[in-house]
């Protein structure tokens, strides 16, 4: 059940983020619409930061490993994930071209990125590991899991517009551009199967799986979705911007709320 449920959770954020970002890029929101690219970026950090700190860390020091072991994974962990953004091998391996060394773009019109090939290429190596911390999520508890992979299915989001953007650029095709996204995005199920055999067969290290997620998600809310808003506007956008944030706060607690009731 809980394979099923992993699997299931999993296509769900990999693939249902491509395709809510297509349907978002076609109804003009998330480039120039009232619906911009800054509001998406609030709202996946909002997510992002509720999941790590309201529930995959309280779940984690809910067990009975010791806080200074947590605390130094959680050290670790953060560490760990700036290194590969460092090597360029987190979020998508390639840069923006404005200089910006963040691999985990949300690029729009107007930036060049790298091709196609190496855009997929992270996509998937990034979708893989995300089905890994969600299933860690799934395995603690259910309603974690399901948190979880709305948190990632949320920070996907404007992330595929970009990918999307950019295969676009390379290709007039639309539909086969939207294709190699989705199939991208599917391989965070097969990181997920991964993750339930791999979390399944060292049970009792699933406290320390849970804060190396909480550090993933940490890490990109706050080295690469915040730093993109921090830019200087005035006092309505910036209202929005931490609107928006509140907004990723509460779906993630809303949420998690309707999950714990069923």
């Not at 959770?9 to 800054?38: C, E, H, Y």
């Not at 890994?132 to 709305?150: K, N, P, T």
């Not at 190699?180 to 097969?190: E, I, P, R, Y």
Request: glycine share 12%; hydrophobic share 55%; charged share 10%.
């Amino acid at each position: 059940m809980t394979l099923i449920a992993i699997i299931l959770a999993t296509l769900a954020a990999g693939i249902g983020s491509v395709w809510v970002a297509a349907w978002l890029m076609r109804a003009g929101m998330g480039t120039n619409g009232r619906v911009g690219p800054q509001h998406l970026l609030s709202l996946a950090a909002g997510a992002l930061l509720a999941t790590a700190f309201m529930h995959l860390l309280p779940e984690a020091f809910e067990s009975e490993a010791g806080a200074h072991d947590l605390f130094a994974t959680l050290l670790v962990g953060l560490v760990f994930f700036f290194l590969l953004d460092k090597a360029e091998l987190w979020h998508h391996g390639h840069e923006h071209g404005h200089g910006h060394g963040h691999s985990h773009g949300h690029a729009h019109a107007g930036e060049k990125r790298a091709g196609g090939w190496a855009v997929l290429t992270g996509d998937s190596l990034h979708c893989f590991g995300d089905g890994i911390l969600i299933a860690s999520a799934f395995m603690a508890d259910l309603r974690l899991g399901l948190v979880a992979a709305l948190s990632v299915l949320v920070h996907e989001v404007p992330h595929h517009m970009g990918d999307l953007v950019v295969l676009r650029q390379s290709s007039a095709n639309r539909r086969a551009a939207l294709v190699k996204v989705s199939l991208a995005g599917a391989v965070t199920s097969l990181g997920g199967v991964l993750g339930y055999y791999l979390v399944g067969r060292f049970e009792d290290w699933l406290p320390y799986f849970l804060v190396i997620a909480s550090s993933s998600f940490v890490y990109v809310a706050l080295a690469d979705l915040i730093p993109q808003l921090q830019k200087q506007t005035g006092a309505r956008q910036t209202l929005a911007q931490i609107a928006w944030l509140v907004a990723g706060v509460v779906v993630v607690t809303v949420v998690s709320g309707i999950a714990h009731a069923h």
